[in-house]
């Protein structure tokens, strides 16, 4: 088989997906909006993919409020981050945002896939290393004190990970907004004044449709 460059490999998930062997072994699953798939202390026995909605990682304060601390969105990969640091449980309480299909895979398979199949493996770092780029970006991101700052600064550094002209925004301004920690109304008046000036171009209006930045 040809390999092929690192920046042209399909996404991990999706060659999960469409594996010969262990793509056969998924298991699929479609939950509705506000539904929990786990909750904290859940043993953690398979792995899922977003194929497609999102997720939300739910934690709890010392009063009872909830907080945020990740989304899961189309190709994304959990709880792999826990699971490889030796943890064998859920620390949050996943809850489906919306409607979202999800491709479990049980761990044992999955180990064995990334043992046997050098191809998965490097696909797999490939995505590691990029979600903890996008992870230290966020973290970077909140450094900047006005919504303009954070919003170009977030374009910026996912452009730099996507591998097509379009940026792929989050699923909906709340995300967005809840990722960047400022208000809907004012990352929309924000979003709006940027594209106003002709700094981008927002393609893709419509509830159906996955909006994407195109840089100017």
Not at 27 to 34: A, D, G, I
Not at 93 to 118: C, F, G, I, P, Y
Not at 132 to 145: D, K
């Amino acid at each position: 088989m040809r390999k092929e460059p690192y920046g042209l490999m399909p996404i991990f998930a999706h060659r999960c997906m469409h594996h010969e062997i262990y793509g056969k072994r998924l298991q699929y699953e479609t939950y509705k909006s506000s539904q929990i798939l786990h909750s904290i202390n859940d043993t953690i026995d398979h792995f899922g993919m977003v194929v497609d909605g999102v997720l939300k990682a739910e934690q709890y304060t010392s009063q009872g409020s909830v907080l945020c601390s990740a989304y899961f969105e189309d190709n994304d990969v959990f709880p792999e981050l826990l699971y490889f640091t030796g943890k064998r449980q859920y620390t949050y309480t996943l809850v489906a945002v919306r409607r979202t299909t999800v491709a479990w895979m049980h761990v044992s398979d999955l180990e064995e896939m990334l043992k046997e199949d050098t191809e998965m493996m490097t696909a797999f770092m490939l995505y590691l290393s990029k979600r903890g780029l996008r992870n230290q970006m966020l973290l970077s991101c909140l450094m900047y004190q006005t919504i303009q700052q954070r919003v170009a600064y977030w374009l910026l550094s996912m452009n730099h990970l996507s591998e097509h002209e379009r940026i792929p925004l989050p699923r909906s301004q709340t995300i967005w907004a809840n990722t960047l920690h400022v208000s809907r109304s004012s990352l929309n008046q924000e979003l709006k004044r940027m594209e106003k000036e002709g700094i981008f171009r927002i393609d893709g209006h419509g509830q159906s449709a996955r909006q994407k930045i195109i840089a100017k």
